[in-house]
């Protein structure tokens, strides 16, 4: 047999208590396997989670302690990463052959360790010394030959916490070799199953007591189970299933084995004579499984059974009883649960359960019956009755008469078809009916006997086509109800009303309105299935918010099956404040609308799946102040930006599986303050230097967890496919970050002697540069604007030559000869830039007069002046320029400044110390030059004054 087969029998346990009925609802009510995980979650130690190379972390209750699964990963060794603080480590379902001694080391909290179904045939001696506080220890499915006693030496707490080994599916011989497990003084559970074992004998146990509780021995070539000593005081149940012909039992003495209180021997061939031993040594035995004994059955072996005193559960599963006779039970009136599945069983007489006056639970599962058979009728203490997997094709009105104790009730899996109400008249205890996958397509008078106890009613998979208003009136005390269907169902307006108990529907509808879910005012969970149709579902939900009559409801579940288009109000959810779980399957054809989770401010846990969702929007999720847990898998988000701005400063979780993600902006997961668990398997990311932050956040944080994040696939670039994300080498991008950072560096550092070269020796050209710049953008649109002239001249000059201007110039050209001159110390527009009023002199003057000396030339505002004016003459062909020398300055002293220098070379100007005491003449040659039009004269001769030489 493969070793991958489970070690362990399946135990069938149906007993229902009162106590366990409300367990079942409450979970029912409040748990889903998610809800679950999260609320672990929610209390969970930020500073645990991390990435671990081949293995996954989830929390338990304890906020300092972690669960680490690594199973099925093909892995040849035990990771070296798992963290110290580990309470239960999953190893299962690998390819690990031994176990060093230092594997385990500094795993001081570990109290679960599972290593099944690996191919282990060595462990280290004292492998598991630092595991102080083990208590559950799996290591079937492998290839053991021997445990030694030196590989649990050392542990002295061990020994005392140590309660439950597997061992099954190995390859051990004898029982010595299991000597140093039995000997564990805490042991209450050891699984031995399908291994070599060819006794049990306690003749080769070196000790005189064990703690052992359950003992599974089944699968193993035993030849004899001898118990010469007492040993195994404590034992209550024992499996010795499908041992080998000739099994031999011998129990010196019987009360050996007074604590034994279940059995199995199922498949397990011996002689009649040996079950009599058997059944007369196991007296304080209260549940047997018997199986494959049909040869026995029919000489009266049940008889020396039901002699057991203490036997009050008979499991006879698997024994091709056909036809259930009347008196193979009648020895056994003592019994309170029998099983009877899997028998192929097509009838029971009538009177077969009649001695079973006690019989409170009944189990006819997985037979071939084609009603309900008489024998129960009667049954008055009968709390539990299975039917389910049979060919009961219909229920009559007197199957299950005088059944007044009846709590549970299965027909599921039948091919029932009409449902008579009549047929649960007697059934005022029933608490709990499931119905589910029957061909039942309607149920007009199925409820018209007030089952007023029932609080579950599982009617899944069946074909309702419709559900009317009243089909449950009658059953005011239900809350769980189960509808999901096969077929296309209407639901009629008030069809739940009076349910004021219930708390969990799941529902299929082709139609959603608020009358629907009217009369449930303390429903807390809801699951839709919306069911596949040839029409469109646009209007499964319109303008009016269909929830509005649930107030208290907490979690809310749709599923589609539609593949069209469904037109999606944004008020959807409005009524809802107390929502905090919402789960849509195949449900959104495109993104949500941003107010669609608005009306749900409680909202912890969110799940998309499988939609057409691209682009999620921020203001989508900032409602959602207590959002913990985000789940967005198989949709089509190429972008996670919605994040930085969404204030999810509450999630915890974010599964993005099966997206279109190529690129992680690890700034973007650093917005999310709480989160623990990140899961991007199956998105096409991208591995080349744009993703070394990403790679660097998730191998060096200590808060978030990357589920399998050491397994994520590079999809691009083409040559990186095959590689692994994690494996990118981030230090070739580093390489190529220095040498750019060098070039620039470098660059900056040319750049800044060039500046300073610049600045030194050419500042002044750079400065002319500029201004002849500025000076020509001016002219080119002042003269599309047509400029006026509002100054005959504009008077550039130095302030340390201000007092010859008001003294000589202003009295004989404003004075005498009434020019109109702009001065910037009179006419500059306050508050201007001196640019722009220097600019606006110049064009708006027809001349310009320089009165140059060397304070002058020293000047840069004059030196600006001057070469904006040059500008005109030169670039603009007009003659506007008059220059007026104060001083005596030598032609060769004007070399640093190139323009007045070839100014001066080429047109006559005005020299006031060579005028002399004939100031007259040369006022009039000013008058002369400010007479003259705009057109130039290269020589001039209007002024009265030499030529530069």
């Known amino acids: 047999m493969s070793p991958k087969i489970s070690c362990s029998l399946f135990r069938k346990e149906k007993k229902l208590s009162s106590a366990g009925l409300k367990l079942k609802i409450n979970m029912l009510h409040h748990l889903t396997s998610f809800s679950f995980l999260l609320s672990v979650l929610l209390h969970l130690n930020p500073l645990l989670a991390y990435s671990l190379k081949n293995c996954a972390v989830f929390p338990s209750y304890d906020v300092w302690d972690i669960f680490v699964t690594c199973a099925d990963r093909d892995l040849t060794s035990i990771p070296d990463d798992i963290p110290e603080n580990t309470l239960s480590l999953d190893l ?236 193979l039970l009648q020895p056994c009136s003592q019994i309170t649960e029998l099983v009877l599945s899997s028998n192929a069983m097509t009838n029971l007489s009538e009177k077969s359960l009649r001695p079973l006056n006690r019989l409170e639970e009944l189990y006819l599962d997985n037979n071939f019956l084609h009603r309900v058979p008489v024998a129960v009728r009667g049954l008055s203490k009968l709390i539990v009755l299975d039917l389910s997997f049979n060919d009961i094709g219909e229920l009559g009105c007197f199957d299950f008469l005088n059944l007044t104790s009846l709590l549970n009730l299965f027909l599921q899996r039948n091919r029932i078809s009409v449902l008579r109400g009549c047929a649960f008249k007697d059934l005022k205890e029933l608490t709990e009916l499931n119905i589910e996958s029957n061909p039942v397509y309607t149920m007009h008078d199925t409820f018209t006997v007030s089952l007023r106890k029932l609080f579950i009613l599982n009617m899944n998979m069946n074909g309702f086509q419709g559900l009317r208003k009243g089909d449950f009136k009658v059953l005011p005390s239900l809350q769980a109800l189960y509808l999901q269907s096969l077929m296309i169902c209407s639901v009629e307006n008030g069809t739940f009303y009076g349910l004021h108990h219930l708390i969990t529907l799941a529902l299929s509808a082709y139609t959603v309105n608020r009358d629907i879910f009217r009369g449930m005012p303390n429903l807390k969970n809801l699951t839709l299935y919306l069911p596949a149709s040839g029409n469109s579902l646009s209007h499964q939900f319109n303008e009016d918010p269909p929830f509005v009559f649930l107030p208290f409801l907490t979690s809310l579940t749709i599923y589609n099956s539609n593949k069209k288009s469904i037109v999606i109000s944004p008020n959807l959810l409005c009524g809802l404040q107390y929502l905090e779980e919402f789960t849509a399957v195949t449900f959104f054809t495109e993104t949500p609308h941003t107010d669609t989770f608005t009306y749900t401010p409680r909202l912890t846990s969110l799940q998309i799946t499988n939609s057409h969702v691209t682009n999620l929007k921020p203001e989508l999720f900032q409602p959602l102040t207590n959002l913990q847990a985000l789940d967005l898998p198989k949709n089509k988000l190429r972008s996670l930006n919605f994040l930085t701005r969404a204030n999810l400063s509450a999630l915890i979780w974010l599964n993005l599986r099966d997206n279109e993600l190529t690129m992680i902006n690890e700034t973007i997961l650093q917005s999310l303050p709480a989160l623990t668990y990140l899961d991007l398997s199956g998105n096409p990311l991208t591995c080349d230097c744009l993703s070394i932050g990403f790679i660097e956040w998730v191998k060096n944080n200590n808060q ?136 606006d002199a110049i064009y708006s003057s027809r001349k310009t007069i320089c009165v140059i000396s060397w304070n002058y030339l020293q000047s840069e505002w004059c030196s600006k002046e001057f070469q904006m004016a040059s500008f005109r003459l030169f670039d603009e062909q007009k003659d506007v320029l008059i220059l007026l020398f104060l001083e005596e300055i030598p032609a060769q002293q004007l070399s640093p400044y190139y323009r007045m220098r070839k100014l001066v070379k080429k047109r006559t100007y005005l020299s006031w110390p060579k005028a002399g005491q004939h100031t007259g003449v040369f006022w009039q040659s000013v008058r002369r030059a400010l007479e003259t039009e705009d057109a130039p004269e290269e020589d001039s001769n209007l002024l009265t004054a030499g030529r530069a030489p």
């Open 704 to 839: 978030t967890q990357v589920v399998n994040a050491y397994q994520y696939d590079c999809y691009f670039p083409p040559s990186k496919q095959g590689t692994k994300l994690l494996d990118f080498d981030v230090q070739s991008c580093k390489m190529e970050l220095n040498f750019l950072c060098f070039i620039s560096s470098a660059c900056l550092v040319v750049l800044t002697l060039i500046t300073s070269f610049m600045y030194h020796f050419l500042r002044w050209q750079i400065v002319y540069a500029c201004c002849l710049f500025l000076a020509f953008l001016y002219d080119s649109r002042n003269r599309r604007k047509g400029f006026p002239h509002l100054y005959d001249a504009f008077i550039s000059y130095n302030v340390n030559d201000e007092a010859w201007v008001y003294r000589e110039m202003l009295p004989a050209l404003e004075g005498e000869q009434g020019w109109r001159l702009c001065l910037h110390h009179r006419d500059f527009q306050p508050g201007k830039p001196i640019i722009e009023n220097i600019m």
């Open 92 to 327: 299962d379902t690998n390819q690990i052959l031994t176990v060093n001694r230092t594997d385990l080391r500094g795993l001081s909290k570990l109290l679960y360790l599972h290593m099944e179904c690996n191919a282990m045939s060595h462990i280290d001696d004292r492998a598991f010394e630092d595991l102080v506080h083990l208590r559950d220890l799996l290591l079937g499915s492998n290839t053991l030959t021997t445990v030694t006693e030196d590989m649990f030496q050392g542990l002295f707490r061990l020994e005392n916490l140590l309660q439950k080994v597997n061992l099954c599916y190995n390859r051990l011989h004898q029982l010595t070799e299991i000597v140093p497990i039995l000997q564990l003084p805490n042991l209450r559970e050891l699984v031995a199953g399908m291994n070599r074992f060819s006794s049990f004998e306690t003749d080769d146990l070196p000790f005189n007591k064990s703690s052992l509780k359950i003992l599974w021995f089944n699968g193993n070539p035993l030849r004899k189970f001898s118990v010469t000593k007492d040993v195994f005081p404590y034992l209550e149940f024992l499996d010795l299933s499908k041992c080998v012909p000739g099994f031999e039992w011998d129990v010196k003495e019987n009360n050996f084995l007074r604590s034994l209180k279940g059995l199995y021997l199922s498949g397990t061939e011996v002689s009649f004579e040996m079950y009599r031993t058997i059944f007369q040594s196991a007296f304080a035995v209260e549940y047997i499984w018997l199986s494959s004994i049909k040869e026995w059955l029919n000489i009266g072996l049940i008889k020396f059974v039901c002699q057991m005193p203490s036997l009050t559960r008979l499991n006879l599963t698997l024994n091709n009883i056909y036809t259930l006779n009347a008196t």
